[in-house]
Every structure is written in structure tokens, then in C-alpha cells.
């Protein structure tokens, strides 16, 4: 039995391009820790498509042809595919060209301000209709020139998967990806700060979360400048360039990080009246979204949240 | 006879009780410092901010600092 009164053993790591904090109040808590340390270096290995030997990366070069793929792969494309359907398009796991087109080709801690880059012209997105699996054979089949980029819902899988080797309670931050489990001692939930896009150190709000996932999405961050201007890594996919939402910013709550990525992007993608109708229509999830001139909103259910 | 000579003593009296107000009326509208404040116009409206510290320049607003909330983690555009 864990002893949330006791302090917890914290471990700070940097992967995914992010800073990564974990914590943990199990007894043989280093034992765990090492554990998950040791499986997020394997995520990363076999998920960033920023290594050309990662298997997300055979998968891309391999399109238009079947691709077996491991049950991790597998099951990640079928969900991303899965969130494309119900999304009605907006989130796109198959806008790896079009990101690529608007200079975002190499990892960001990498990246320098692409002169060239358009900003659009990529590969168009909706080719999530056109991926083809068996189950069977565990095979994917992308479309010829199509790439996936698992992006926010792959870090949110990440989390969640670590948060589950933790045990109960437990913390685990990916880079604002975060996985809440239980509470510590008798607080009303782990207290999360969202951060204010336009003040870095300021919260706009202190959410209290038990069992859930946290997500942000911004167009402010991991921008860069191209041709056209200043360019981010949020395409849409009915575009194929950078979204020119009045969103910038969206904090979404929900069952799983996963699905909370998941939120945070689509809302950020169909704008302020739209996106905040998404979030008070989807079952178990509630935001946050900060518009272009610093207002904010919040879903209906939000409250249940700030305590 | 004598009824008579009460109805004038009566007459009198009230004549002099007459003229003592209107002398003490004369005598009012003629203080120069009550003519000033009747006939002073409307004071400006006061700026209770400098009434309150005469000595000090008004500054723009600024939002009230909200006292810091300590949380376990933060969570921001990643």
C-alpha cells in the first residue's frame, strides 16, 4: 500500500523533445522510476520520426506498401485513425507533408528559421480515409506518399503508459502532457497550473485533477519563421498550412493524456466558437482556450475542475 | 375705554415685533460672508483620488496581483 503522506521520489528526464518529471509515492519507488526511464527511451526510439531507424520512420518510408508493424505501432495508428473519423477530419494523423513543407523537418530543438518554407503545399491531409491494416498480419498500408506524424497523441499514450507503471498516486509531466492518478494525501487533486501563453510564468488557472489527463496545444509554441511569416507546427488539415485559428491556445481535460491531446488540438483547430462547442459536446472532456487578444473561455464543465 | 386702549397696545406691539424682523432680515442680507456663500457657484466635483493623497500622481490601473497558488505541476503548449 502506498503512503501519500510521505514525500514522493521524483525523477526529472528529457525526452520527446521535452523535459519529462515523474512522480512516484510507491515504496519501491527507484524501482519503478528506472523502469519507466528505461521504457520512454524505448518509445522514443521506436516513435520519433525525427530517427531514421524508428520504426514510425521505416513505417513512413514504406508507403504504399504493407508494413507489419509492432502491436505498440499498431495499435497507436488504428487509434489516430480512429480520432480522424470521429473528428470529422480536423485532427489528421497523415499531415506529416504538409508539416514538412512548412519547414518543420527536422527535430525542433534542431530547427532554425526556414526562409524557404511556405507555409502550404504539402501533402494534403484526409489520407487517414485511405490507411489500409489486417489485423490479422498486424500490416499497415499507407498511402503512396503519405506519412504519419503521431505527434501530441503519441507523447499522450507515452504519459499514460508511464503513469500506469507508477502505481496509484503518481504524477507524470511530458512537456505539459500530463497524467494525474489518484490524489496526493488529502488534497482535492493534483494541483496543475495552466500556463498563460502570453506571460510564460503566470497561470491563467490552477485546475485540481484526479484520474485524468491534461493536455495543452498553442500555435505560439515550436514556431519559426518562413516566406510567408511566422509559421507553427499546427497544421489543418483542411488547409494544408499552419492554422490560422483565433485560438491560440487550448487546455483540454479528459478521460486519458491521449485523449486530451486529442481535445486540446481540435479545438485549437476549429476556432473559438466551434472548438468551445467541441469541448462541451465531447463526453468527459472540458478546456480552456485563450484567443488571439488574451481572452479566455472555458467549457461548461470546467468548474469541476477549479478548486 | 378700556377695551379700546388694549386693542392699540395689541397693534403696537405687533407693529414693533415687525420691524424687529425685517431689521435682523436687513441686517443678514448685509453680512458680506453669508452674501458669498449664497452667491458662490458650484464647487468643482472632487477628485477623491487626490483628495485622499494630494501629494501623489494617479498611475494607470494595473491588475491586481493575484496571491500565488502553489501547484505540483504545470502544464503549457508542449
Redesign the interface.
Known amino acids: 500500500m502506498t503512503s501519500p503522506s510521505q514525500a514522493p521520489s521524483k525523477r526529472d528526464l528529457r525526452a520527446m523533445n521535452s523535459e519529462v518529471e515523474l512522480l512516484c509515492f510507491a515504496p519501491d519507488a527507484e524501482r519503478r522510476l528506472d523502469r519507466a526511464e528505461r521504457w520512454l527511451a524505448a518509445f522514443e526510439a521506436r516513435f520519433s520520426r525525427f530517427q531514421p531507424l524508428s520504426e514510425l520512420s521505416r513505417l513512413n518510408r514504406a508507403s504504399g506498401r504493407p508494413f507489419k508493424a509492432s502491436p505498440a505501432l499498431f495499435a497507436l495508428v488504428k487509434t489516430a485513425v480512429a480520432l480522424g473519423r470521429r473528428s470529422g477530419g480536423v485532427f489528421d494523423p497523415t499531415v506529416l507533408g504538409a508539416l514538412q513543407a512548412a519547414g518543420y523537418d527536422r527535430s525542433f530543438e534542431t530547427l532554425t528559421d526556414r526562409g524557404s518554407a511556405q507555409g502550404r503545399g504539402g501533402a494534403g491531409g484526409q489520407g487517414w480515409r485511405r490507411v489500409a491494416w489486417d489485423q490479422k498480419t498486424r500490416s499497415i498500408c499507407l498511402p503512396a506518399g503519405v506519412g504519419i506524424d503521431l505527434g501530441g497523441i503519441a507523447k499522450g499514450w507515452a504519459v499514460d503508459r508511464l503513469a500506469s507503471m507508477l502505481g496509484m498516486p503518481c504524477l507524470v509531466n511530458g512537456g505539459g502532457d500530463i497524467r494525474a492518478v489518484g490524489r496526493p494525501g488529502d488534497a482535492p487533486g493534483w494541483r496543475v497550473g495552466v500556463a498563460d501563453p502570453f506571460a510564460a510564468e503566470r497561470d491563467l488557472a490552477v485546475l485540481a485533477v484526479e484520474d485524468r489527463g491534461v493536455a495543452t496545444s498553442s500555435s505560439l509554441h515550436r514556431s519559426w519563421a518562413g516566406a510567408a511569416g511566422r509559421l507553427h507546427h499546427l497544421i489543418d488539415p483542411r488547409t494544408g498550412a499552419p492554422s490560422r485559428s483565433d485560438v491560440v491556445q487550448c487546455t483540454a481535460v479528459a478521460a486519458t493524456t491521449l485523449l486530451a491531446d486529442y481535445h486540446a488540438k481540435v479545438a485549437l483547430l476549429l476556432g473559438a466558437a466551434p472548438g468551445l462547442a467541441h469541448l462541451n459536446d465531447a463526453t468527459g472532456a472540458e478546456g480552456l482556450i485563450v484567443l488571439a487578444d488574451g481572452s479566455v473561455c472555458r467549457s461548461r464543465g470546467l468548474a469541476a475542475y477549479l478548486p | 375705554m378700556k377695551l379700546r386702549k388694549h386693542s392699540s397696545l395689541k397693534a403696537l406691539i405687533t407693529a414693533a415685533a415687525a420691524g424687529l424682523l425685517f431689521v435682523l432680515f436687513a441686517l443678514v442680507r448685509a453680512d458680506p460672508r453669508i452674501e458669498a456663500e449664497s452667491g458662490a457657484a458650484d464647487p468643482a466635483p472632487v477628485d477623491y483620488d487626490r483628495f485622499f493623497s494630494p501629494g501623489q500622481e494617479r498611475t494607470p490601473a494595473t491588475p491586481q496581483a493575484t496571491p500565488v497558488?502553489?501547484?505540483?505541476?504545470?502544464?503549457?503548449?508542449?
Open positions: 497558488e502553489r501547484t505540483d505541476t504545470r502544464t503549457r503548449a508542449s
